[in-house]
């Protein structure tokens, strides 16, 4: 599991994949603890560290293995990914800001 000191991170939004949500270059702010005693649920939009590179998307669903599948809201512009474990996440976006 990624884990920080801080209980909150703020990130930088590159690309379109999850308009009208978020849109490029908003700062999400991240609640990075969100995870440590609970799972990710469907519907959660998270951060996740993805083959160094950070991604922000909605979890569609958790597999009984605890891997995620995620997706953009921008189903024209939404890379598929493959399934994100739970150690890969960052933390859960809790507010998102111009």
């Known amino acids: 599991m990624v884990f920080s000191f801080l209980p909150f991170s703020i990130h930088v939004v590159k690309g379109h994949s999850m308009q009208p949500s978020i ?14 005693f609970s799972r990710p649920k469907a519907g959660d939009i998270i951060v996740f ?16 293995n ?19 474990k739970k150690s890969a996440v960052i933390g859960r976006v809790v507010f998102s800001y111009h």
């Open 66 to 84: 605890k891997e995620l599948v995620v997706e953009g809201d921008n189903r024209n512009d939404s890379r598929k990914l493959p399934l994100v």
């Open 49 to 64: 560290d993805s083959n160094s590179e950070k991604y922000v998307k909605r979890v569609a669903a958790v597999a009984k």
């Open 23 to 36: 849109k490029e270059g908003d700062g999400v702010v991240v609640f990075n603890w969100a995870y440590l």
